[in-house]
């Protein structure tokens, strides 16, 4: 009977041991699972952090070419290089798919300075009086009625004039 109790005893050792080996590998699984999933999360945090600095990069980079990474080229440009996010980088990919003269093409003619604009109108007005047009309005009331009766006018046109009359003469009996 001894012999029965020791090699019973034995067993349940053995059994134990079992038990806390597989209880063990059980919670080293999850911490490789755990440590796996947060693994997994920094890398995809670190995957976006790093597509935000590639696109300020090629922002900054696009801008000192002279392109604008919302429209025209630079907006191509933005889509269809995938690459070394630097100046020279970028400018030969832009001259080797889009042509050498790409960039400069895109700058837009400037813009006529003010003063020019100012000169020209009043150069305009000058040339008017000196035809001596009329500064005095015409007779709204006649040309309402011209246009009314020309036989050309279509009747859809008709009654939007005659409507359009009809409210500015409210419109300025309101005023006075």
């Given at each position: ?16 041991e ?21 693994l ?5 945090k ?29 907006k ?48 305009r ?52």
């Amino acid at each position: 009977m001894g012999l029965f109790i020791c090699q019973r005893m034995e067993k349940l050792i053995m059994n134990e041991e079992q038990v806390n080996k597989v209880a063990v590998e059980e919670v080293e699984e999850t911490l490789d699972n755990d440590n796996i999933k947060q693994l997994r999360q920094e890398y995809k945090k670190l995957k976006a952090e790093n597509k935000q600095f590639k696109t300020q990069a090629m922002d900054s980079a696009l801008s000192s070419i002279g392109l604008s990474s919302e429209k025209g080229l630079g907006k191509a440009v933005t889509k269809l290089y995938d690459g070394d996010v630097t100046v020279d980088a970028i400018t030969d990919f832009v001259n080797t798919e889009f042509g050498e003269d790409a960039i400069n093409a895109e700058a837009p003619a400037p813009a006529a300075p003010p003063i020019e604009n100012v000169i020209q109108a009043q150069t305009r007005v000058e040339q008017l009086n000196k035809l001596g047009v009329d500064n005095a309005p015409a007779d709204a009331l006649a040309e309402v009625v011209s246009f009314v009766n020309n036989p050309e006018t279509r009747v859809k046109d008709s009654i939007a004039a005659k409507l359009y009359a009809m409210d500015s003469v409210d419109e300025q009996s309101k005023n006075k």
